[in-house]
């Protein structure tokens, strides 16, 4: 039984390109939840998805950031225009139904040129 | 407003007991996590204990809540040295479909 993935686990973009971050949950979780750890801080909260529904974004910054969740495939979490402030650690995580457990994927470290 | 506090960093001896405190300021948290981070990786879940409970031990852990003073502490008996990583404190605010809020991790370095 897979846990969560994502990939890449490194990403290298200089400023003004586009990231593009993907998470595959566990295998029967329909609940991801992105999360942004910048150098020596804890994980801060970016948004949370169903399949097909942004259920609460309110940690994602208003302009460049977006995600989904589509029915078929994986979480994407997609980062346009970066600026050297975007770089950080990006984590997904899963769960089996609302306020259970989350568990985290390796996460994706991006590094903004 | 939500905040978990940790004291940033801990050094124990080979064979010591750790013990990593957290605060929290919501004192409608339904759960309270306890999650390690090794360099470089993700974050695995140690262990969480429900709010309505005081202690709750699995094997070298234990973990005691003091819901009265917004209180969470993480025991690690006989500490090794594969135990020094970062530890997360997180809780989850009692709303219905927000996420973990998580303090800045305790350093745990352990000497032999």
């Known amino acids: 039984n897979a846990g969560v993935m994502q990939n890449p686990r490194h990403l290298v973009r200089r400023r003004g390109q586009e990231a593009r971050l993907r998470c595959s949950p566990m295998?029967?979780?329909?609940?991801v939840y992105w999360y942004r750890q910048l150098p020596e801080e804890g994980l801060k909260f970016m948004v949370y998805?169903?399949?097909?529904?942004?259920?609460?974004e309110s940690g994602m910054p208003k302009e460049r950031f977006s995600a989904e969740f589509p029915k078929e495939g994986p979480s994407i979490l997609r980062i346009q225009q970066v600026v050297r402030g975007d770089s950080a650690a990006y984590f997904c995580?899963?769960?089996?139904?609302?306020?259970?457990?989350?568990?985290f994927g390796p996460g994706t470290r991006l590094l903004v040129l | 407003g939500e905040d978990v506090e940790q004291s940033l960093f801990l050094s124990v001896r080979e064979g010591d007991s750790s013990v990593i405190n957290c605060t929290y300021t919501?004192?409608?948290?339904?759960?309270l996590y306890w999650y390690k981070q090794e360099p470089g990786a993700g974050l695995q879940l140690l262990t969480y204990?429900?709010?309505?409970?005081d202690m709750k031990q699995d094997q070298r852990l234990t973990v005691l809540l003091n819901k009265k003073d917004k209180h969470l502490s993480l025991r690690i008996a006989d500490t090794q040295t594969g135990d020094s990583a970062i530890y997360f404190c997180?809780?989850?605010?009692?709303?219905?479909?927000?996420?973990?809020?998580f303090g800045k991790g305790t350093t745990l370095s352990v000497s032999s």
């Open positions: 995580a899963s769960s089996p139904t609302l306020k259970e457990t989350q568990y």
């Open positions: 295998k029967g979780h329909s609940h």
């Open positions: 998805l169903q399949k097909e529904n942004i259920i609460d």
């Open positions: 919501d004192s409608s948290s339904t759960y």
């Open positions: 204990i429900f709010s309505n409970m």
């Open positions: 997180a809780e989850t605010p009692n709303q219905a479909g927000t996420a973990l809020i």
